[in-house]
């Protein structure tokens, strides 16, 4: 694989008559994965923030909700997160041709909308993550000096990320800290700030936040940056680019969902054996997991590119991409809705994981619906729109006063 990835590298710039099908796949997959991510997320929005990892956070689960989060733990969890941020360091090797200022000036302003989602409307934001690691991830891609060496380096960072998990889980004491097991006293008060919201919401959004960004820098943005680089490693290749052959990415969807499933069912099962214990499920299991998560989302890839043909040729699949065309504003959207239902109409905490799930088919609905009305009437989305514009002002004041 290596060694074919590095024989491609010539081929990196994508020919005129490969750009509609490149964008197509790239799009769907992208709209894809801001569908999935929200079947995990539903639980950070509609239960305390304890239960997106650790469903026994009140006391065991029954079967209905230990069935759901052992199939979303199987086949979702982590999977669509890692196949966003893939994408999203493709998306930066394509638009290294618009050159530093305007990347910085694009990333910049990410950071800013991070910020502000972050604060003012939920706290499981992943746009200020994927700025601040964006805005060090360019330059890396930019800086490798070949196809094969922007790969090596996205692997051992994510490694690395691997490794440092590990070594916070050998390091952790023993007692389970609130994010894993809060008290009842703390969960009522979680309700308290999300519903009624104002000063105290935003206070306690900025603290997690404070927090995320810690373990951003300590931990998980070496895995952020890892997945990135990967990304425009196989875009720079042509690997995004539909240039291998449909049994390639056939073969390499079989082999990298088997593997993954290996490493991730077991790893599934030995936390519901131990009862979701804060050491070993919290910590060290997640290792696994967090392995297995990039080898699912190459195969999940994989397949939309092996069967791209067939896929293309479906409705739903024009759907999906329109719903990628406009991937930040659907995300935003679906922010607005479910903040809406559960802080707003005084839903939070109200439904069990399993029945969360019957709002999602509803939202991806409307986020489809939007889509193609908006797209039928406008080139971009609406936050697309906005992030181009203030991003070119944003380089063109750099620019002048560089001048």
Same mark, same amino acid.
């Given at each position: 694989?290596?060694?074919?990835?590095?024989?491609?590298?010539?081929?990196?710039?994508?020919?005129?008559? &490969?750009?509609?099908?490149?964008?197509?796949?790239?799009?769907?997959?992208?709209?894809?994965?801001?569908?999935?991510?929200?079947?995990?997320?539903?639980?950070?929005?509609?239960?305390?923030?304890?239960?997106?990892?650790?469903?026994?956070?009140?006391? /065991?689960?029954?079967?209905?909700?230990?069935?759901?989060?052992?199939?979303?733990?199987?086949?979702?969890?982590?999977?669509?997160?890692?196949?966003?941020?893939?994408?999203?360091?493709?998306?930066?090797?394509? +638009?290294?041709?618009?050159?530093?200022?305007?990347?910085?000036?694009?990333?910049?302003?990410?950071?800013?909308?991070?910020?502000?989602?972050?604060?003012?409307?939920?706290?499981?934001?992943?746009?200020?993550?994927?700025? +601040?690691?964006?805005?060090?991830?360019?330059?890396?891609?930019?800086?490798?000096?070949?196809?094969?060496?922007?790969?090596?380096?996205?692997?051992?960072?994510?490694?690395?990320?691997?490794?440092?998990?590990?070594?916070?889980?050998?390091?952790?004491?023993?007692?389970?800290?609130?994010?894993?097991?809060?008290?009842?006293?703390?969960?009522?008060?979680?309700?308290?700030?999300?519903?009624?919201?104002?000063?105290?919401?935003?206070?306690?959004?900025?603290?997690?936040?404070?927090?995320?960004?810690?373990?951003?820098?300590?931990?998980?943005?070496?895995?952020?940056?890892?997945?990135?680089?990967?990304?425009?490693?196989?875009?720079?290749?042509?690997?995004?680019?539909?240039?291998?052959?449909?049994?390639?990415?056939?073969?390499?969807?079989?082999?990298?969902?088997?593997?993954?499933?290996?490493?991730?069912?077991?790893?599934?099962?030995?936390?519901?054996?131990?009862?979701?214990?804060?050491?070993?499920?919290?910590?060290?299991?997640?290792?696994?997991?967090?392995?297995?998560?990039? +080898?699912?989302?190459?195969?999940?890839?994989?397949?939309?590119?092996?069967?791209?043909?067939?896929?293309?040729?479906?409705?739903?699949?024009?759907?999906?991409?329109?719903?990628?065309?406009?991937? /930040?504003?659907?995300?935003?959207?679906?922010?607005?809705?479910?903040?809406?239902?559960?802080?707003?109409?005084?839903?939070?905490?109200?439904?069990?994981?399993?029945?969360? /799930?019957?709002?999602?088919?509803?939202?991806?609905?409307?986020?489809?619906?939007?889509?193609?009305?908006?797209?039928?009437?406008?080139?971009?989305?609406?936050?697309?729109? +906005?992030?181009?514009?203030?991003?070119?002002?944003?380089?063109?004041?750099? &620019?002048?006063?560089?001048?």
């Amino acid at each position: 694989m290596l060694q074919r990835l590095q024989a491609s590298e010539p081929d990196a710039v994508v020919k005129p008559t &490969q750009l509609k099908s490149r964008i197509g796949t790239l799009d769907f997959a992208r709209g894809l994965a801001i569908l999935f991510i929200l079947l995990m997320n539903i639980t950070g929005f509609g239960l305390p923030k304890a239960a997106y990892l650790n469903p026994a956070y009140n006391g /065991l689960p029954d079967g209905a909700d230990t069935l759901t989060w052992g199939i979303l733990h199987i086949f979702v969890q982590g999977k669509f997160l890692a196949m966003f941020a893939f994408l999203f360091g493709a998306g930066l090797q394509l +638009l290294m041709p618009k050159g530093k200022q305007w990347l910085r000036a694009r990333l910049s302003w990410l950071v800013l909308f991070g910020l502000v989602h972050a604060i003012f409307f939920w706290d499981g934001d992943i746009l200020l993550a994927y700025g +601040l690691i964006g805005l060090i991830s360019w330059r890396m891609i930019r800086d490798a000096g070949s196809t094969l060496q922007l790969l090596r380096t996205g692997l051992v960072l994510y490694a690395i990320g691997l490794g440092l998990l590990l070594l916070l889980g050998l390091i952790a004491g023993p007692e389970p800290s609130s994010f894993w097991l809060p008290g009842y006293a703390a969960i009522q008060y979680e309700e308290i700030w999300k519903v009624h919201g104002g000063w105290e919401a935003w206070r306690n959004r900025s603290d997690l936040l404070s927090a995320n960004l810690m373990a951003l820098a300590v931990q998980y943005g070496w895995q952020l940056a890892g997945l990135m680089l990967t990304g425009a490693a196989l875009m720079r290749s042509g690997w995004l680019s539909g240039n291998f052959s449909q049994r390639h990415y056939r073969r390499m969807a079989l082999w990298s969902l088997l593997v993954g499933l290996c490493i991730q069912i077991p790893t599934t099962l030995a936390q519901w054996l131990n009862d979701w214990e804060y050491h070993v499920s919290g910590y060290l299991l997640q290792v696994p997991s967090e392995l297995a998560a990039p +080898l699912m989302m190459i195969g999940y890839v994989s397949l939309i590119y092996g069967f791209w043909p067939q896929l293309s040729r479906l409705k739903m699949a024009y759907a999906l991409r329109q719903v990628g065309r406009m991937a /930040l504003s659907n995300y935003l959207l679906q922010t607005l809705l479910c903040t809406t239902l559960f802080y707003h109409l005084g839903m939070f905490n109200q439904w069990s994981r399993s029945t969360l /799930l019957w709002v999602v088919p509803a939202v991806w609905l409307i986020n489809i619906l939007f889509s193609l009305f908006w797209l039928s009437h406008f080139k971009q989305g609406p936050v697309e729109w +906005l992030w181009r514009k203030l991003t070119v002002l944003g380089s063109r004041s750099v &620019q002048q006063n560089n001048l």
